[in-house]
C-alpha cells in the first residue's frame, strides 16, 4: 500500500522535508534487502522532485544506451520505458520528446506502435502545454483503434477518452469531436 500513497505524498510535500524525514525516504530507497523494487522506484521518483537525482539517473542512463543499440524491438521498448519514467518524474515536455523519438524511430523502421502508445503520447504533450502535437498523437491513437489487426488489449477504452482528466486540454480542442467520433 505503500507505492500507491508516495504520489499523494509528492503532491502534498514538493519541497524536501526536514533533514531526519528526508533520511528516513532515503534510508528506504536504498534498502534493496529488504524494500520491495517498486516501492524504492517511486521514492526515486520523490527524491528527484526533492534534487536528489542520483536514484533515478541510473536507470535513466541505461535506458538512453539501450534505446541507441541493439534490435529495434530492444530499442522502442527502451524508449517507451524511458517516457513512462519521465512520466512518473513529471518531465512531462521531456517524456513528449522521448515519445517524438519513439515514434520516429517506429516510422524509420516500419515498427508497428500500439494505440496505447500513442494516448500516452497525447497525455503527456496535454500535460507539456502541447496542445497541437496532443491531438495529432490521439488521432493516430484512434486511427489505429479502428484497425481490425490491433489486439483489443493495446486499445483504450472509449470512457478513458471521455474521463481522463490529463487530456482535459484535449477536449476542448476544436478537432476533439470528430477524433471522438472515430
Not at 508516495?6 to 514538493?14: G, I, Y
Not at 524511430?105 to 496535454?126: I, M, R, W
Amino acid at each position: 500500500h505503500r507505492i500507491r500513497l508516495v504520489p499523494a505524498l509528492r503532491d502534498l510535500q514538493p519541497t524536501p522535508p526536514d533533514a531526519s524525514h528526508l533520511e528516513g525516504v532515503v534510508e528506504i530507497a536504498e534498502d534493496s534487502a529488504i524494500e520491495p523494487e517498486s516501492l524504492r522506484s517511486v521514492l526515486g521518483c520523490m527524491l528527484w522532485q526533492w534534487g536528489k537525482k542520483s536514484y533515478v539517473q541510473p536507470r535513466i542512463d541505461r535506458l538512453l544506451r539501450t534505446s541507441t543499440e541493439g534490435e529495434v524491438e530492444d530499442r522502442v521498448a527502451a524508449l517507451i520505458a524511458l517516457a513512462d519514467l519521465y512520466y512518473a518524474l513529471r518531465e512531462y515536455k521531456i517524456s513528449a520528446a522521448t515519445h517524438v523519438n519513439l515514434q520516429s524511430l517506429a516510422n524509420g523502421t516500419q515498427f508497428e506502435l500500439k494505440p496505447v502508445d500513442y494516448y500516452s503520447a497525447a497525455c503527456v504533450h496535454a500535460l507539456g502545454g502541447d496542445v497541437d502535437r496532443g491531438i495529432e498523437a490521439l488521432a493516430k491513437c484512434v486511427e489505429l483503434q479502428a484497425s481490425l489487426d490491433v489486439d483489443s488489449s493495446h486499445k483504450v477504452e472509449r470512457e478513458t477518452f471521455e474521463n481522463d482528466p490529463e487530456i482535459r486540454g484535449l477536449r476542448q480542442h476544436e478537432r476533439f469531436a470528430a477524433i471522438f467520433a472515430k
